[in-house]
Structure formats: structure tokens, C-alpha cells
């Protein structure tokens, strides 16, 4: 069984950062072709935040945080990164990693999700 593992959430004042990490574990096949990060405000819809691709680790962003938040793995493949920097408090959401064995990584592929870690900006 797959296993999606997150932390670093936390609370930061705005204009402060934090990395999320996402640990996978229990791959009895392929890898994820994908894996990104979704968060969800109280009282939202659920959005996508980023997505690394495999194998050319390819990144792509939510408009809402380019030049913001980077995301990366290792190169091993069994964790990935996201950087938050300049955190505003639109970005109070929790945070859940996912995974996708779909090529194209379309965000309604993601089924295998992390638990999710709580980030809190204030200001």
C-alpha cells in the first residue's frame, strides 16, 4: 500500500516561509508519474497548488503563487518539497500532497493523498 506522509505545516507571519515535505512509501509497482499539492481554506473548494512531473521533474503553479513556492524532490524520488515563501494570509489552508500514476497529471488524476498539514499566515 501506497503511503503519502506530510509535514511542516505550522504558523508564520506574513512575509515568512515554510517547506512542506511529502515522504512516499509502499510503492509495489510503478512510481507516481506525478505528485503535487492541493490546499483547501476553511469553508473553500478544495485547489491545486503545484505538481512536479516524472521523470523530468518538471514543475507547474497555481497563478495564485508563482515566484512564491517552488516545488522539488530528491533524486530518489520518495520526497517532495514545497517551498513557501513570501506567505501571505491567503495562504491559510491545509495542505495535502497527492499522487497520480496518469501521465498527464490532470488534477481530477490525483487519488492517493497525504493527510494533510495545517499552515496558518497571519499578519
Known amino acids: 500500500q501506497v503511503h503519502l506522509v506530510e509535514s511542516g505545516g505550522g504558523s508564520v507571519q506574513a512575509g515568512g516561509s515554510l517547506t512542506l515535505s511529502c515522504a512516499v512509501s509502499g510503492y509495489s509497482g510503478s512510481q507516481f508519474y506525478c505528485i503535487g499539492y492541493?490546499?483547501?481554506?476553511?469553508?473553500?473548494?478544495r485547489e491545486w497548488v503545484a505538481r512536479i512531473r516524472e521523470p523530468g521533474g518538471g514543475p507547474a503553479y497555481a497563478?495564485?503563487?508563482?515566484?512564491r513556492f517552488s516545488i522539488y524532490r530528491d533524486l530518489n524520488k520518495s520526497t517532495v518539497w514545497l517551498r513557501m515563501g513570501d506567505l501571505k494570509t491567503e495562504d491559510t489552508a491545509v495542505y495535502f500532497c497527492?499522487?497520480?500514476?496518469?501521465?498527464?497529471?490532470?488534477?481530477?488524476?490525483?487519488?492517493?493523498w497525504g493527510q494533510g498539514t495545517q499552515v496558518t499566515v497571519s499578519s
Open positions: 497563478d495564485s503563487v508563482k515566484g
Open positions: 492541493f490546499r483547501q481554506a476553511l469553508g473553500k473548494e
Open positions: 497527492a499522487g497520480t500514476y496518469d501521465s498527464q497529471c490532470s488534477t481530477s488524476d490525483f487519488r492517493y
